[in-house]
């Protein structure tokens, strides 16, 4: 099962009953280990959770900190990409050269990094007085 197919199966758990638009996502951590997530919506609409955001979440709970490659997939016309606030989330874990996979349900797929998903990152070099 590759990572794509993880984060294709979690999308069909999603909360998705305001906009449809089920997302799934799946991180591949550096000791190899996947977790997934899905986007779950809320009645009041900004408290809902991107699916990035929720794997993420997993991961951080099981005690992992490394993100090696990240998929994300929704039935959309192109590939569907992370919002920026995700974009900033998969970067405080993951290195710029991460792979990142985006795709859409009838199989189409584009391949990019998260420093390319997120150029000018806010990273730790801004904190360096703190």
Excluded at 61 to 85: F, L, M, N, T, Y
Excluded at 100 to 114: A, S
């Amino acid at each position: 099962m590759t990572l794509m197919d993880d984060a294709r199966k979690v999308r069909e758990n999603a909360h998705a009953p305001y906009s449809n638009f089920k997302v799934g996502a799946a991180v591949r951590t550096v000791s190899g280990a996947v977790f997934v997530g899905c986007n779950v919506e809320n009645v009041a609409y900004p408290e809902g959770t991107c699916a990035e955001a929720g794997a993420i979440a997993a991961m951080v709970a099981a005690g992992e900190r490394g993100i090696a490659e990240v998929a994300v997939i929704a039935d959309s016309p192109k590939p569907v990409s992370p919002c920026g606030g995700c974009r900033q989330k998969l970067a405080e874990f993951a290195a710029g050269e991460a792979l990142v996979t985006l795709g859409t349900t009838d199989g189409t797929e584009l391949t990019t990094t998260v420093g390319a998903l997120l150029p000018g990152v806010f990273d730790q070099a801004y904190m360096s007085k703190v």
